[in-house]
């Protein structure tokens, strides 16, 4: 089956720039969750959705960020304006159920704000 | 509020040796924990989960629930298990909360 996939893979931005990235899950994953992971941390969730319902969404700084699961299926995170501190990567991940499964990662976008 | 600590930032030890990544967790209900590797320029990867009690990779981890650990342990690591380790817990609602992971160097 294919993997969840992500782009783009790299993104370099001045600050006050918005950038968006999108996400695919594996068909059938109910579950959606976007993380950033800055240098040296673990992933911190940012939104979970299961189908098109967000699950958790206390860590998403909602003055800036933003994220939509459209139909239940892809999703797009959105930053405006995007600040230094967002400097990492973003990693979107997906599972069949919310609880007692594992995770499925993509490969990540390595944000840069300059 | 959920934690995960991963005390050991990075653990180095000779290919055959035993290896246990330690991992601790604070919270009030019933947790699912796994563990999560990240191979050079790999994307990460579930390795285990507690709910299994399986094997992967010659790797095992017990859920102890006295002490609120999951550490993972190898008796004999190869040098191929270099990699990135996160341990990672979800809650009952199945939000998840990731340690800051362990760099594991196996040498030859």
């Not at chain 1, 999108?22 to 969730?45: D, E, F, M, R, V």
């Not at chain 1, 940012?46 to 909602?62: A, E, M, R, W, Y």
């Not at chain 1, 609880?99 to 990540?108: A, D, E, N, R, S």
Request: proline content about 5%; hydrophobic content about 35%; glycine content about 8%.
């Amino acid at each position: 089956e294919a993997g969840v996939a992500q782009s783009p893979r790299y993104k370099i931005i001045e600050k006050r720039q918005s950038v968006a990235f999108w996400c695919n899950p594996i068909s059938g994953h109910a579950t959606l969750y976007w993380y950033q992971q800055i240098l040296g941390q673990g992933p911190k969730l940012l939104i979970q959705f299961q189908n098109n319902g967000v699950v958790d969404d206390s860590q998403l700084p909602k003055d800036r960020f933003s994220a939509e699961r459209l139909k239940g299926v892809d999703s797009t995170l959105k930053i405006q304006p995007a600040k230094l501190e967002d400097s990492a990567v973003y990693l979107c991940a997906s599972s069949l159920e919310t609880t007692g499964m594992g995770q499925y990662f993509g490969p990540g976008t390595r944000l840069t704000v300059l | 509020a959920q934690r995960v600590t991963q005390p050991e930032k990075l653990l180095s030890v000779f290919k055959g040796a035993p290896v246990e990544l330690k991992c601790n967790y604070s919270y009030s209900g019933s947790p699912e924990l796994f563990w999560y590797v990240q191979y050079s320029r790999q994307r990460l990867q579930l390795l285990l989960r507690h709910i299994s009690r399986e094997s992967i990779k010659g790797f095992t981890a017990d859920l102890n629930k006295g002490e609120t650990s999951f550490h993972l342990k190898k008796p004999f690591a190869q040098e191929e298990d270099s990699a990135m380790y996160y341990c990672a817990l979800n809650t009952n609602a199945g939000k998840s909360t990731f340690g800051d992971g362990t760099t594991l160097t196996v040498k030859p």
